[in-house]
């Protein structure tokens, strides 16, 4: 039994059905229509046909074509109002503004009758059909979905594109440039996302220019040494090159002063060897030494070139041991030539006092290059460097040795051979000498001669070189070969940078005149 035997009241019958007339394809109720609509015996009833359902493709009454008659073979449509009264449930009101609705012939083989799609004709129930054709003007009238949503029109559709495509570019421009910049970020602080790898130079050839400074000190540094000395009171660090292939360099007197008599010197030549090396000879007077190390095979010596070349400007080279850092290389120019200067006079009898016209150079020598060679553009060697003067007399603040200041002083190499020959060939350098005791107290311009009856002896040597050129007592020298002499320190040091026999041209000023006078110099020995 189907739905409709549960809603007919127990222990009734609601009797035969009246059977329906032609043409009327609605069963008849029984019982009359109630005029107030009361259930269960209002219209429509539980039979009454469902709505039409307008397929998709269906358009406007006037669109749409004649139905197509049934084929014959189809059955008749029965409506579910067609079974049995007692299986139907009471019929449900129907309001009374709703218009009957004709259901298609139930006769086999009767024609379809056209149905009315119009939306006026459908009434209340188009707006209910999801495949309805949208018709009207207003806005109203416009489909519903089964959702309940409007559907959208094209211009809605279109605009509603367009903002998304116009909200998807700016997404995409905004991601683009969030990893741009993080991208550009990690770039310009780490080059790049993958390991760091620094741009270099190729390897290039390991030679230099042989006048290149590089190129110069290549060739130098084979042939300097570093001298540790040590001695019963006290130690140092100097610096030497190489004479010979017998083992003779030449240095510093201070340098290896502090060794005495029962001191040691230690040798380290530039590829760590290291040896003994014994005094030859010294001399304070021109702050020179020479010492000797045996055993020691492929000695280069340093090619010695001509101070007598060297003008202001030129560049130099040089090379030590500056606060015992072995190896050492600067560089510079002649910054001036022939100029006086006096070092030592520790010792307080002036014994030790050493008189050199030296080569002045800014390239930078500190204490630890005394000794060490002052090589010229093409690596010979042209002075000894020596000296230095400091802005605070030898020591800086703290009490520690004081630094270069661009003021360098060597002796010239001339000067240097000269002597080095004498002390490796006699064990002592000769001195060229005047032959006069010079007052250093005189203040005035010159170099004058002690006056007669002084303490010391007698202010010129008789049979002297002096006294055979005409010099007397109390005479001022001015100049030496017609260059100015403005103390007695200083016509020592122009004395010096001559050779025993040489002849001089002096302008000595006697009772307010000049005259000149010609000289041959004489020799003495040094002190050691």
């Known amino acids: 039994m189907g739905q409709a035997d549960s809603a007919a009241p127990v222990g009734e019958s609601l009797g035969p059905l009246p059977t329906p007339a032609v043409g009327d394809v609605r069963p008849k109720p029984v019982h009359d229509p109630d005029a107030y609509s009361t259930p269960p015996y209002g219209e429509p009833g539980p039979w009454a046909p469902a709505p039409p359902v307008q397929h998709p493709a269906a358009a406007h009454a006037q669109d749409m074509p004649s139905a197509a008659p049934v084929p014959p073979s189809a059955p008749p449509v029965q409506h579910p109002a067609a079974t049995h009264a007692q299986d139907m449930p009471p019929a449900a009101p129907v309001p009374p503004s709703a218009p009957p609705v004709q259901h298609p012939a139930a006769t086999p083989g009767a024609p379809v009758p056209e149905v009315d799609a119009s939306p006026e004709a459908a009434g209340p129930w188009y707006r209910y059909d999801p495949w309805a054709a949208p018709g009207g003007t207003s806005a109203s009238a416009g489909p519903l979905q089964q959702t309940g949503a409007a559907v959208l029109s094209r211009d809605q559709r279109r605009s509603r594109a367009r903002k998304a495509l116009v909200g998807g570019a700016l997404g995409i421009a905004l991601v683009s440039g969030l990893l741009g910049g ?69 240095t510093n007197e201070h340098v290896v002063a502090p060794a005495g008599s029962g001191g040691e010197i230690s040798v380290v030549f530039n590829g760590g060897q290291t040896a003994r090396a014994e005094i030859v000879g010294k001399d304070s007077g021109y702050d020179l030494a020479v010492v000797k190390v045996s055993g020691v095979r492929g000695l280069t010596p340093l090619p010695l070139g001509n101070s007598d070349n060297v003008r202001v400007g030129d560049p130099v080279v ?57 090589l010229d553009a093409h690596g010979q060697v042209v002075g000894i460097n020596s000296a230095i003067r400091s802005a605070v007399d030898g020591a800086d603040a703290d009490g520690g040795q004081a630094g270069s200041i661009g003021l360098g002083f060597a002796i010239p190499v001339n000067q240097g051979r000269r002597v080095a020959e004498e002390l490796i060939n006699t064990g002592r350098a000769t001195h060229p000498v005047i032959g006069v005791t010079l007052d250093m107290d005189y203040t005035g311009d010159g170099a004058r001669v002690r006056a007669e009856g002084g303490d010391g002896g007698l202010p010129v040597t008789p049979g002297g070189p002096g006294d055979r050129a005409g010099i007397r007592a109390g005479d001022v020298i001015t100049a030496i070969d017609g260059r100015r002499v403005h103390s007695g320190e200083e016509l020592i040091v122009k004395t010096r940078a001559h050779r025993p026999g040489d002849r001089m041209k002096l302008t000595v000023r006697r009772d307010g005149e000049d005259r000149t006078l010609t000289l041959v110099l004489g020799s003495a020995g040094g002190s050691d």
Do not use: C
């Open 318 to 374: 040089a090379i030590g041991a500056p606060f015992d850092l072995e190896g050492t290389v600067t560089s510079g120019i002649i910054s001036a030539r022939e100029r006086p200067i006096t070092a030592g006079g520790e010792s307080g009898d002036g014994s030790d006092v050493s008189y050199v016209d030296a080569l002045q150079t800014d390239a930078p020598i500190n204490p630890g290059n005394s000794g060490g060679p002052l």
């Open 182 to 250: 993080f991208v550009g970020a990690q770039l310009e602080r780490n080059g790049g996302l993958d390991t760091v790898k620094l741009p270099q130079a190729s390897a290039a050839p390991a030679g230099r220019d042989a006048d290149s400074i590089a190129g110069i000190a290549a060739r130098a540094l084979p042939s300097v040494v570093t001298l540790h000395v040590s001695g019963s009171a006290e130690s140092g660090t100097g610096t030497g090159f190489v004479l010979d292939t017998r083992g003779h360099i030449l």
